[in-house]
């Protein structure tokens, strides 16, 4: 018989940002079937953001959708304040939203470095930093979780992963690895837990282009060793258990659910 809890997150209240597609959907949706309600962050789909809260609600689930750009410093303050008058408390950040700009280095424009640098690594540090003010103003309450509040950064395969024609998202990334645990280091002895999840190529919006036909998915398997590529449920799951108590011990380590990318591939048949 396992001890695992059937809803490993009853009780908890989670802000997910970026919540209206892709992994960020499939998180909200796997918290709230772990028992959680739900903030579901959106910036410019709200037909989508509300159809993922209706669909949570009517498996009776709590959800409610907010919008904000998360690389606004007064939009992010208004949208935790307004999950906090939502559901009182608040237990959990998903720092997921991000973006994608690609561009050859010498045709990158600074606008494009800004747009992904401001929502992949400053909206982290904003939602991150409300949310551990947050944690800290509310009373810790043991029995729905042993720790004071957790956040989950959404970081990428490319926090180590080098990656020609994208160093903005990149840099982005490896900017999100070491702001995630020198915060973790930060408040760890608040009993706060700060980690990250590195996800490999996941069928979503974001990379379409690379899944979308059977050549760009055949090229694409080349670099992942376990052989499919990944589905935003693979993410859903690992941030339920990075979320929860089952992983109370673990604190500011990147969690990678790649299929192996950062395995080297090229190296199987040569080196
Ligand atoms: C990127 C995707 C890419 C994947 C693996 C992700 O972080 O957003 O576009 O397919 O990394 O390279």
């Not at 998202?169 to 020198?182: D, E, H, T």
């Not at 089952?246 to 591939?265: I, K």
């Amino acid at each position: 018989m396992s001890n695992v809890p059937v809803r490993p997150l009853q009780g908890q209240k989670a802000l997910v940002t970026g919540a209206s597609s892709g992994i960020g959907a499939a998180v909200a949706r796997a918290f709230a079937a772990a028992g959680a309600a739900v903030g579901v962050n959106y910036r410019s789909h709200p037909e989508r953001a509300g159809q993922i809260v209706e669909d949570i609600r009517s498996a009776g689930g709590e959800a409610v959708v907010l919008r904000a750009d998360v690389s606004s410093e007064d939009e992010v303050r208004a949208m935790f304040d307004e999950f906090g008058s939502a559901f009182g408390r608040t237990d959990i950040l998903v720092a997921n939203s991000g973006i994608q700009r690609d561009a050859a280095f010498t045709e990158m424009t600074l606008d494009q470095w800004r747009r992904v640098i401001d929502v992949n690594l400053t909206g982290q540090f904003l939602c991150a930093r409300e949310a551990v003010r947050r944690f800290l103003a509310q009373s810790p309450d043991p029995s729905i979780s042993r720790a004071a509040g957790k956040i989950i950064c959404m970081s990428s395969v490319h926090e180590v992963i080098p990656w020609a024609g994208h160093v903005n998202y990149a840099a982005s990334k490896g900017g999100v690895m070491l702001m995630m645990k020198s915060l973790a280091q930060e408040v760890a002895q608040a009993g706060i837990r700060v980690n990250g999840i590195a996800p490999g190529a996941i069928k979503t919006p974001i990379n379409r282009e690379a899944w979308e036909t059977p050549e760009a998915e055949r090229k694409l398997l080349k670099l992942i060793p376990y052989g499919r590529v990944g589905e935003p449920e693979d993410i859903g799951k690992a941030a339920v258990w990075l979320a929860s108590d089952a992983s109370d011990y673990v604190v500011g380590t990147t969690l990678f659910v790649d299929g192996g990318m950062t395995l080297y591939p090229g190296f199987r048949e040569n080196g």
